[in-house]
Nanobody
Framework: QVQLVESGGGLVQAGGSLRLSCAAS????????MAWYRQAPGKQRELVAT???????NYAYSMKGRFTISRDNAKNTVYLQMNSLKPEDTAVYYC?????????WGQGTQVTVSS
């Protein structure tokens, strides 16, 4: 059974930082491209960042320079370090694991940035 469990969300003031974690089980983690998505109320889910099995990273334009995605294959965990947070970053953040063998989602963690 595949599980992706996000943690680290919460309430933070504008300009603050949060670090999200996503612990994976039931997959060969090191082989998967991992990603973070987010969905704000009334909006479509959007890609935040990806990291491949070879650790190549990509970011949505509005997150470049503020967010950093990383992975620890020994811990089967992917991280999203979010700095200089803005109220428009408020959303539910989802972890995703993608490979030939499957496409899996976590349940999401709420991030709220107050102005």
């Amino acid at each position: 059974q595949v599980q992706l469990v996000e943690s680290g969300g919460g309430l933070v003031q504008a300009g603050g930082s949060l670090r999200l974690s996503c612990a994976a089980s039931g997959i060969i983690f090191s082989k998967y491209t991992m990603a973070w998505y987010r969905q704000a109320p009334g909006k479509q889910r959007e890609l935040v960042a990806t990291i491949t099995s070879s650790r190549t990273t990509n970011y949505a334009y509005s997150m470049k320079g503020r967010f950093t995605i990383s992975r620890d294959n020994a811990k089967n965990t992917v991280y999203l370090q979010m700095n200089s947070l803005k109220p428009e970053d408020t959303a539910v953040y989802y972890c995703n694991a993608l490979d030939t063998w499957g496409n899996y989602w976590g349940q999401g963690t709420q991030v709220t940035v107050s102005s």
